[in-house]
Antibody, heavy 112, light 113 residues
Framework: EVKLVESGGGLLKPGGSLKLSCVASGFTFSNYWMHWVRQAPGKGLEWIGEIEYDGTETNYAPSIKDRFTISRDNAKNTLYLQMSSVRSEDTATYFC?????WGQGVMVTVSS | DIVMTQSPSSLAVSAGETVTINCKSSQSLLYSGNQKNYLAWYQQKPGQSPKLLIYWASTRQSGVPDRFIGSGSGTDFTLTISSVQAEDLAIYYCQQYYDTPYTFGAGTKLELK
């Protein structure tokens, strides 16, 4: 079964840091560009970034550029999102996706 | 950034009706090198992750019922759902993947009349 499972979400204060993980199974992880998409409560979808097959290229949305970093470990079939200098507007459910396959999402709440 | 404008924002339908959702991009999504439109459609039901319905503007993802039809080229795209069923009630998003950031439309909520 093709599956993506996110973890690492939680509550953090503005200016804090958090690292999300996404474990892939059921497909050859290293063959796929991977993406993070987020959804604020009651709002639409926002693409926030992607990483190439071997991690050599990343692209980010302006809203998170220079604050968030996407990385991957193909040996562990795992995608990461390192979040730093978080703001209240980063409160959202974060999904990892290949576009065809989506994880269930993980909630991140930024609040003082 | 490429701006994706979806219309309408919501749509009330009865089962069996045909519905059309529009998506307009601020620049062409047609790549001349392969003549493909870099446009996808997703369905998101309450409490669930998005589901890919259509890619390359008109190619149906495996397992998606053939009542979902994607069409259009360049800057104007349409998702048509023929004979809407209760299970189709959801929010539908278009997304361009022509250039980063890969922007989404604001969504169209399909509701029961």
């Amino acid at each position: 079964e093709v599956k993506l499972v996110e973890s690492g979400g939680g509550l953090l204060k503005p200016g804090g840091s958090l690292k999300l993980s996404c474990v892939a199974s059921g497909f050859t992880f290293s063959n796929y560009w991977m993406h993070w998409v987020r959804q604020a409560p009651g709002k639409g979808l926002e693409w926030i970034g992607e990483i190439e097959y071997d991690g050599t290229e990343t692209n980010y949305a302006p809203s998170i550029k220079d604050r968030f970093t996407i990385s991957r470990d193909n040996a562990k079939n795992t995608l990461y999102l390192q979040m730093s200098s978080v703001r209240s507007e980063d409160t959202a459910t974060y999904f990892c996706t290949t576009h065809r396959t989506w994880g269930q999402g993980v909630m991140v709440t930024v609040s003082s | 950034d490429i701006v994706m404008t979806q219309s309408p924002s919501s749509l009330a339908v009865s089962a069996g009706e045909t519905v059309t959702i529009n998506c307009k991009s601020s620049q062409s999504l047609l790549y001349s090198g392969n003549q493909k439109n870099y446009l996808a459609w997703y369905q998101q039901k309450p409490g669930q992750s998005p589901k890919l319905l259509i890619y390359w503007a008109s190619t149906r993802q495996s397992g998606v019922p053939d009542r979902f039809i994607g069409s259009g080229s360049g800057t104007d795209f349409t998702l048509t759902i023929s004979s809407v069923q209760a299970e189709d009630l959801a929010i539908y998003y278009c997304q361009q993947y022509y250039d980063t950031p890969y922007t989404f439309g604001a969504g169209t909520k399909l509701e029961l009349k």
